[in-house]
């Protein structure tokens, strides 16, 4: 019996090995292996089971790891279409798709000694009053862990030896699994009434699931060939920010449960808050459909991430929630699959694979007969066109829950509010006089500004000198409170000078400017002596128990005004915040990027959305230097469709998504010249593949916006074309048979989002 492996050292090839006899009824597709290699031994999975192999002289298998194979044969086929799509080796793509802790040799599992009484007739043997006391304790227990029975008696582990050698009791090694939300009580919900709107989605859902099903079951019987085709299987729910979107997806996951179907919910990482993934556990905590809710995120321990996969693959957890990775949770048989946040980009991986969770999702429904739901509340432009082109089955709620409006947005013109000023203040007065208002009306407020810091940077005005990473092309950033410049791109710091550090000027007037949240919560501060204000974004948030704490407090009245980037900007529910202040809307706007009028639309909504989420109504004041910006202004408008509209006529004029796919490739090196010598290499090696190809363009080389990071140059290509799943094969085969000068790298990325 031979067993084709691919193995964890990427090499871009399989190999044959032969199944021992002792593990014939161990090895199946997707299990784990350790096989010899050359003088070696290494990690692989089982990627095919052929009769026989071209190779003789096969090496044996020498290990089984788990006792479930970890890789399902459908998680399988999504990673090599993953590979595949992305210009990824397949190894790294397989590799991925497993938590680093599942992957480990040894299992996981942590196991501690219990005590347990045994079944005893007759009189007890003579014991010590120790022996008696501690067995008093076990008697009453009849079970419990060995650490925990001698902390409540004082006694030591030999006492307890003793009684175990009389026969009474049994010591032995049990799993105890570790939760994340074990110190949490959450009372179970049940199903809330739904409005007309949320009704009309839920039965939409609800037939695309019962039609789904059929052909699954045909799959799993073997009788069917491939993934069921698109249609009435992907939906676009758009709905505005507290439609009750959150209450379809619960009903929706209660029909797949229904049909014996597991589901998968994928939010973005940064609104994974306790408060989301109590939603799902309660609602599922009783009931018919009595579930665990697996959570898979970052914060986790990695035993606890162990431990949460195990109970996906074990299948007693029926629905996982979670970020980016979750989308390859083994749940078998899945029935459903939610993206929340649909347009965030944090579901697109960094680093390779570079796959977009939401994209997998869809690709992953379509191979499983998977219903798939993504959900927002400003869908990308990709999306809507899709639903618009009848792809993907648009699902609306337009309103709110009990009609609740949609908070009043007012947009300043900071540049007359600067002219008053002399120079541009960080609060207008109306926004001071709102913040004022709230404080006295014991309403919460939050300000929000997409940078972090206190000032962005340190100018010499007497010698020009700014401060500038050594390391990348980028200003450093001023952070007060540990009295240090900081680069945002690769964490060089330095202590603050208080002159100006060029030796021949030594000017002490040095000046600090830009606005960082930092400071803007500083400025509070000294504007409203009285008010309780918290800040909330990467730097004030170092264990993962700040982020509930601060959040605790919020909700539960104890601060009255929370500052913070992006981070407050999502998902969160606080009905008593009626006041929003933007500090800054167009900072967003002035990047180098297609989509950053796209994104400060989807920033400014997003943040907006959290006002007037209670019985009062919701006021937002946008602070911009372009208030007349269409993003901006569509969004003061709550215009999502006008948005769309004549965002859509720019992409089209310019052939950028949707019209468009875009493969962005990055060459790095220390040596600027040989990178900008193997871009121009690279870019005839391109326009030899798309010869002859239609509607194709081709951008650059040129240098990066950020043209020197962590010391390398880098040099961006930028190809822009419809079929791109054909190309990212002609892509990945030219890389391949490419030598590159040692110190250059090369990396695609396919579908990019960060054009930086
Ligand atoms: P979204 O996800 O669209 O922003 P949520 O799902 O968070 O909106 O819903 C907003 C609020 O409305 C929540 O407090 C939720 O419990 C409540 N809600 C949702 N659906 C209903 C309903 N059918 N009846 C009553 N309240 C609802
Ligand atoms: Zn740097």
Same mark, same amino acid.
């Given at each position: 019996?031979?067993?084709?492996?691919?193995?964890?050292?990427?090499?871009?090839?399989?190999?044959?090995?032969?199944?021992?006899?002792?593990?014939?009824?161990?090895?199946?597709?997707?299990?784990?292996?350790?096989?010899?290699?050359?003088?070696?031994?290494?990690?692989?999975?089982?990627?095919?089971?052929?009769?026989?192999?071209?190779?003789?002289?096969?090496?044996?298998?020498?290990?089984?790891?788990?006792?479930?194979?970890?890789?399902?044969?459908?998680?399988?086929?999504?990673?090599?279409?993953?590979?595949?799509?992305?210009?990824?080796?397949?190894?790294?793509?397989?590799?991925?798709?497993?938590?680093?802790?599942?992957?480990?040799?040894?299992?996981?599992?942590?196991?501690?000694?219990?005590?347990?009484?045994?079944?005893?007739?007759?009189?007890?043997?003579?014991?010590?009053?120790?022996?008696?006391?501690?067995?008093?304790?076990?008697?009453?227990?009849?079970?419990?862990?060995?650490?925990?029975?001698?902390?409540?008696?004082?006694?030591?582990?030999?006492?307890?030896?003793?009684?175990?050698?009389?026969?009474?009791?049994?010591?032995?090694?049990?799993?105890?699994?570790?939760?994340?939300?074990?110190?949490?009580?959450?009372?179970?919900?049940?199903?809330?009434?739904?409005?007309?709107?949320?009704?009309?989605?839920?039965?939409?859902?609800?037939?695309?699931?019962?039609?789904?099903?059929?052909?699954?079951?045909?799959?799993?019987?073997?009788?069917?060939?491939?993934?069921?085709?698109?249609?009435?299987?992907?939906?676009?729910?758009?709905?505005?920010?507290?439609?009750?979107?959150?209450?379809?997806?619960?009903? $929706?996951? !209660?029909? =797949?449960?229904?049909? %014996? &179907?597991?589901?998968?919910?994928? +939010?973005?990482?940064? #609104?994974? /808050? *306790?408060?989301?993934?109590?939603?799902?556990?309660?609602?599922?905590?009783?009931?018919?459909?009595?579930?665990?809710?697996?959570?898979?995120?970052?914060?986790?321990?990695?035993?606890?991430?162990?431990?949460?996969?195990?109970?996906?693959?074990?299948?007693?957890?029926?629905?996982?929630?979670?970020?980016?990775?979750?989308?390859?949770?083994?749940?078998?048989?899945?029935?459903?699959?939610?993206?929340?946040?649909?347009?965030?980009?944090?579901?697109?991986?960094?680093?390779?694979?570079?796959?977009? $969770?939401? !994209?997998? =999702?869809?690709?992953? %429904? &379509?191979?499983?007969?998977?219903? +798939?739901?993504?959900? #927002?509340? /400003? *869908?990308?432009?990709?999306?809507?066109?899709?639903?618009?082109?009848?792809?993907?089955?648009?699902?609306?709620?337009?309103?709110?829950?009990?009609?609740?409006?949609?908070?009043?947005?007012?947009?300043?013109?900071?540049?007359?509010?600067?002219?008053?000023?002399?120079?541009?203040?960080?609060?207008?007065?109306?926004?001071?006089?709102?913040?004022?208002?709230?404080?006295?009306?014991?309403?919460?407020?939050?300000?929000?500004?997409?940078?972090?810091?206190?000032?962005?940077?340190?100018?010499?005005?007497?010698?020009?000198?700014?401060?500038?990473?050594?390391?990348?092309?980028?200003?450093?950033?001023?952070?007060?409170?540990?009295?240090?410049?900081?680069?945002?791109?690769?964490?060089?710091?330095?202590?603050?000078?208080?002159?100006?550090?060029?030796?021949?000027?030594?000017?002490?007037?040095?000046?600090?400017?830009?606005?960082?949240?930092?400071?803007?919560?500083?400025?509070?501060?000294?504007?409203?002596?009285?008010?309780?204000?918290?800040?909330?974004?990467?730097?004030?948030?170092?264990?993962?128990?700040?982020?509930?704490?601060?959040?605790?407090?919020?909700?539960?009245?104890?601060?009255?005004?929370?500052?913070?980037?992006?981070?407050?900007?999502?998902?969160?529910?606080?009905?008593?915040?009626?006041?929003?202040?933007?500090?800054?809307?167009?900072?967003?706007?002035?990047?180098?990027?297609?989509?950053?009028?796209?994104?400060?639309?989807?920033?400014?909504?997003?943040?907006?959305?959290?006002?007037?989420?209670?019985?009062?109504?919701?006021?937002?004041?946008?602070?911009?230097?372009?208030?007349?910006?269409?993003?901006?202004?569509?969004?003061?408008?709550?215009?999502?469709?006008?948005?769309?509209?004549?965002?859509?006529?720019?992409?089209?004029?310019?052939?950028?998504?949707?019209?468009?796919?875009?493969?962005?490739?990055?060459?790095?090196?220390?040596?600027?010249?040989?990178?900008?010598?193997?871009?121009?290499?690279?870019?005839?090696?391109?326009?030899?593949?798309?010869?002859?190809?239609?509607?194709?363009?081709?951008?650059?080389?040129?240098?990066?916006?950020?043209?020197?990071?962590?010391?390398?140059?880098?040099?961006?290509?930028?190809?822009?074309?419809?079929?791109?799943?054909?190309?990212?094969?002609?892509?990945?085969?030219?890389?391949?048979?490419?030598?590159?000068?040692?110190?250059?790298?090369?990396?695609?990325?396919?579908?990019?989002?960060?054009?930086?």
């Amino acid at each position: 019996m031979i067993a084709r492996v691919t193995l964890e050292i990427a090499l871009r090839r399989e190999f044959d090995y032969v199944i021992p006899e002792e593990l014939a009824g161990a090895v199946e597709i997707g299990t784990r292996v350790k096989v010899p290699f050359g003088s070696r031994q290494v990690m692989g999975v089982v990627t095919g089971l052929p009769e026989s192999s071209p190779h003789t002289q096969l090496r044996s298998i020498l290990k089984v790891i788990g006792k479930q194979s970890q890789i399902t044969e459908k998680v399988l086929r999504l990673a090599r279409w993953i590979a595949g799509y992305y210009c990824c080796p397949v190894e790294i793509a397989i590799k991925s798709v497993l938590p680093e802790a599942v992957r480990r040799e040894k299992e996981g599992w942590q196991e501690r000694l219990h005590v347990r009484l045994l079944p005893w007739t007759g009189d007890l043997p003579k014991l010590t009053r120790r022996q008696t006391d501690v067995w008093h304790v076990i008697e009453e227990r009849r079970e419990l862990p060995l650490q925990e029975l001698l902390s409540l008696t004082g006694a030591t582990a030999e006492v307890v030896r003793r009684i175990e050698d009389q026969g009474l009791i049994e010591i032995a090694p049990q799993i105890t699994e570790r939760d994340p939300y074990a110190h949490e009580t959450i009372l179970p919900t049940t199903s809330l009434t739904l409005n007309t709107e949320q009704a009309r989605c839920l039965e939409r859902i609800t037939r695309a699931l019962n039609e789904a099903t059929p052909a699954s079951i045909r799959e799993a019987r073997g009788t069917s060939g491939g993934p069921m085709e698109g249609k009435d299987s992907v939906f676009l729910l758009y709905g505005v920010t507290g439609s009750g979107k959150t209450e379809v997806y619960l009903q $929706a996951i !209660d029909r =797949a449960l229904d049909l %014996g &179907r597991g589901a998968i919910v994928l +939010v973005p990482e940064i #609104s994974l /808050t *306790p408060q989301t993934v109590e939603r799902f556990k309660a609602r599922f905590s009783g009931g018919r459909h009595a579930t665990l809710v697996a959570v898979l995120h970052s914060h986790l321990s990695a035993g606890e991430r162990h431990d949460e996969w195990h109970k996906i693959r074990q299948g007693r957890a029926r629905i996982v929630i979670g970020a980016r990775s979750a989308i390859f949770a083994p749940v078998e048989p899945l029935g459903l699959i939610i993206v929340d946040e649909e347009h965030e980009h944090s579901y697109k991986q960094e680093e390779a694979p570079r796959y977009n $969770a939401r !994209d997998v =999702a869809v690709v992953r %429904g &379509r191979m499983e007969g998977a219903v +798939v739901v993504l959900g #927002s509340a /400003t *869908p990308s432009m990709e999306s809507y066109s899709n639903a618009k082109k009848n792809k993907y089955s648009l699902l609306e709620m337009p309103t709110r829950i009990d009609d609740r409006k949609l908070p009043l947005v007012r947009v300043v013109d900071m540049r007359s509010e600067a002219r008053k000023e002399k120079g541009p203040p960080i609060f207008s007065h109306p926004l001071k006089e709102a913040l004022h208002q709230r404080l006295e009306r014991k309403e919460q407020s939050m300000l929000f500004l997409n940078r972090r810091g206190f000032s962005t940077s340190l100018q010499c005005p007497k010698c020009g000198y700014v401060a500038g990473c050594p390391n990348c092309s980028i200003s450093l950033t001023f952070h007060r409170a540990q009295g240090l410049l900081r680069c945002h791109v690769c964490s060089h710091s330095a202590p603050a000078p208080t002159r100006c550090p060029e030796p021949s000027c030594g000017n002490p007037g040095i000046r600090y400017s830009g606005l960082g949240t930092e400071k803007v919560e500083d400025t509070l501060r000294k504007l409203f002596p009285q008010a309780r204000v918290a800040r909330m974004d990467s730097d004030t948030l170092k264990r993962k128990e700040d982020y509930r704490q601060v959040l605790g407090d919020f909700r539960t009245g104890k601060i009255d005004i929370l500052v913070g980037t992006q981070m407050i900007a999502k998902g969160l529910h606080f009905p008593n915040v009626t006041l929003v202040g933007i500090v800054y809307a167009d900072l967003s706007l002035h990047m180098p990027d297609f989509r950053a009028g796209e994104r400060t639309f989807q920033l400014l909504t997003q943040v907006s959305g959290r006002a007037g989420r209670g019985d009062v109504e919701g006021e937002v004041f946008v602070q911009a230097f372009t208030p007349y910006h269409p993003a901006i202004q569509y969004a003061r408008r709550h215009d999502f469709i006008g948005f769309y509209e004549q965002e859509i006529e720019h992409r089209q004029e310019l052939q950028y998504p949707p019209f468009s796919r875009i493969a962005m490739i990055t060459l790095k090196g220390r040596n600027e010249e040989k990178v900008a010598f193997s871009a121009e290499h690279l870019k005839k090696g391109i326009e030899g593949l798309v010869a002859g190809w239609k509607g194709v363009v081709l951008s650059g080389p040129a240098p990066a916006p950020l043209a020197r990071a962590e010391t390398f140059y880098r040099y961006q290509f930028m190809i822009r074309c419809r079929q791109m799943p054909l190309f990212s094969q002609k892509l990945s085969d030219y890389l391949i048979g490419q030598e590159w000068p040692d110190d250059i790298t090369v990396t695609p990325d396919i579908d990019p989002v960060n054009l930086s």
